[in-house]
């Protein structure tokens, strides 16, 4: 990653709020990390104890329903298996 600065509003666009939190997607961060989401996933499936217990979840159907149903406009759009979303306060670190 660079020392580029990431706009607000590039954040804000990318942040929701589910269960009283807000949170992003994996494939956001990943994004803003310049990384596969893929390569994210596993980072954190591997590395899983530098993590606090509240830096991610996974949606149960219904979440992940009323989610994807936010997108249906969109084509470009494609949630595979249910993604992971990170709190806004792992986030900013």
């Known amino acids: 990653m660079s020392d580029t600065v990431i706009p607000v509003e590039r954040i804000e666009r990318a942040t929701y709020l589910i269960r009283g939190q807000k949170v992003m997607l994996d494939r956001d961060l990943a994004v803003l990390y310049g990384v596969e989401t893929k390569a994210l996933k596993q980072a954190v499936r591997r590395n899983s104890k530098r993590f606090p217990d509240d830096f991610a979840f996974v ?27 990170t709190s806004q306060k792992i986030m900013i670190i």
């Open 59 to 85: 949606l149960d159907r219904k979440e992940f329903a009323t989610l994807r149903s936010h997108f249906v406009t969109s084509k470009s759009l494609y949630f595979g298996l249910s993604p992971f979303l």
